[in-house]
């Protein structure tokens, strides 16, 4: 199953994404049902991410990611947008969360829009 949805910043407008079941079923559901979700970012190396109502556990979880992944962090509650390498990528092409992910979809379109993103700018998802 996939949504749609957008994610919304005053400084990227509305990028549009792609939710999917594929990868994390269980947190992809609890994802979806929680939308919309309006947050505060945060920054980690080519990484945004804030926090959600949602507490999931492991699910499937990936160490390294592709550029433009959408997934959901367990330890901190939060979704997470990556685009290039974070503080414990090993090698500069290497994108590598602070700990390993739950996969939930995918930006569409060039991810690293997200670059303009400050710590503290609000950040929304919403069903497109």
């Not at 407008?13 to 939710?19: I, Y």
């Amino acid at each position: 199953m996939k949504v749609k949805v957008f994610i919304v910043t005053k400084v990227t407008g509305r990028v549009e994404a792609e939710l999917t079941d594929e990868y994390s079923p269980k947190t992809f559901k609890a994802i979806v049902e929680a939308l919309p979700i309006e947050s505060i970012a945060n920054r980690w190396g080519d990484e945004v991410y804030f926090s959600t109502p949602v507490n999931m556990p492991e699910e499937n979880p990936r160490e390294v990611v592709e550029k433009g992944t959408i997934a959901y962090w367990p330890p901190g509650n939060s979704l997470c947008i990556f685009w290039g390498p974070t503080p414990a990528s090993r090698s500069p092409e290497e994108i590598r969360p602070a700990s390993p992910v739950n996969v939930i979809g995918r930006i569409i379109g060039d991810p690293s829009v997200f670059n303009r993103v400050k710590p503290g700018d609000r950040i929304k998802v919403e069903k497109a």
